[in-house]
């Protein structure tokens, strides 16, 4: 696709850091997925370079003194919010109400007006910074739960503009979104409708969106589209995709063979299982290590011939939540060792801190189970990842049904998280799966994840962005 509007992203994280190490300072790119993504639209007749908007984890002094060393095919504007505001905002509201209560957790919310309040403040602080920035013709395209009041703040400001919003978290059942305050339901769900095009993961969180602003706001919809004060707005499901070649390529990538050729030298005498996650509640780790625990109850032909490989990445440890969780799994794993591990073996090799990108694929292609089992995922890329980078069409994914990614890696084994011995079943079928049916289920999957990557995502959001705005100017009733 290529067009000559000018891309705006805001989303809460810029695609870069500032580091200092011996007095001197460079900047570490991001390598996420919203990158790649962002990256590979192609903006190439735009009149100017696209812009990323997001808040800055740097001072401004640093930004100031540093920001020559930024050299991308981004302009970047940081935002400044004040410290309080900040921490109100991201670790309050956004990660202590809504992350939990949109991921299932309700007991874990902890709402408080305070940071409300920040919330409010901090999206209206970012939106005076894209009404700064945005020009007609601009397509500005917000990402995620920390800016869903954005939309209308932009629209108040920016009456013409053409605005799209992606949440890559799951949007949940009209009962889950009852249990904030109205004024927090009207904010959140006002705020999305300032926006042209609503994207979700999946059909369902769509569902679910719809219905809520039906029910608390009485706004009609039909067939994914929205008429609201004169205005049409859609709302429609794109699954976000994976950089598939990459993933793909990575496979007879140098490091990534000598690392597997480690890996599978070290755990010579035992299948391996492995798992990456964020430290999250969401992400099910304990329930996976009680399955695991189930896995050698039930088949105790498994003990010494087995290797879990647990990583778990730091995620927010500002937030008592996340703190609680990782003494908890460090307990776990500490028993289940203690409990079944031997002089020369034991089940569990659990890794705190992140692994170099040579390395996770190489544990990608040296396991032979990938057990993925979060209780509530808006999609999971690692599952996706894990499935792009098996070349050699070997290796079987245990998935929870509980993952946007399920409903369309449809040949792995499906489980739910919290049957932990349905989850050890489904081990023992991966463990003793034939070659051939390994290698049936991939290459279905596969060729899903290529057809269908970050790419095709990124694209087809902007593209049904722009004809939404074509529509709106020939016809604005649904
Ligand atoms: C949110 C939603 C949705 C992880 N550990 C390492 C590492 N990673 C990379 C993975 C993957 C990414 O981080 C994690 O993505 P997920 O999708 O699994 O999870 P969230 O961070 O919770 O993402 C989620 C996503 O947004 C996109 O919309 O799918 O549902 O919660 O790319 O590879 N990468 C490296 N080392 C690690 O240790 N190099």
Redesign the pocket.
Known sequence: MKNNNRLIIVSYRLPFSFETASGSTTVKAS????VTAMKSLDFSEAREKPVWIGCADFSRRTWEKYQHLVNDDFEFVPVFLERKIQQNFYNGFSNSVLWPLFHYFPTYVDYQERDFVAYQKANETVSETVAAVVQPQDIVWVHDYHFMGLPKLIREKKPEATIGFFL??PFPSYEILRILPYKVKEYLLTGLLGSDLIGF?TNDYNIHFLQSIQINLGVQHKIWKINYQDRLIQSDSFP?G?NYSLYHDAYDNEDVIAEREALKNAYQDTKIIFS???L?Y??GVMQRLDALEAFFARYPEWIGRLTFIL?V?PSRDEIQKYGERKVMIEQAVGRINGKYGTLIWRPIVYRY?????P??VALYTACDVALITPIR???????K?FVATRKDHQGVLILSEM???ANELSTALHINPMDENEVADKMKQALEMEPEEQARRIAIMQRRLKDYDVKKWANSFVESLLNMENTQHKDPTP
């Open positions: 390598a996420g997925g919203l890559h978290i993961h976000v994976i990456v996650d964020r999250d969401t992400k990583v990445v801190g992140s692994v170099p990108f390395q996770l995922d808006g999609m999971n890329l690692v599952a990842e993952t946007g990614a």
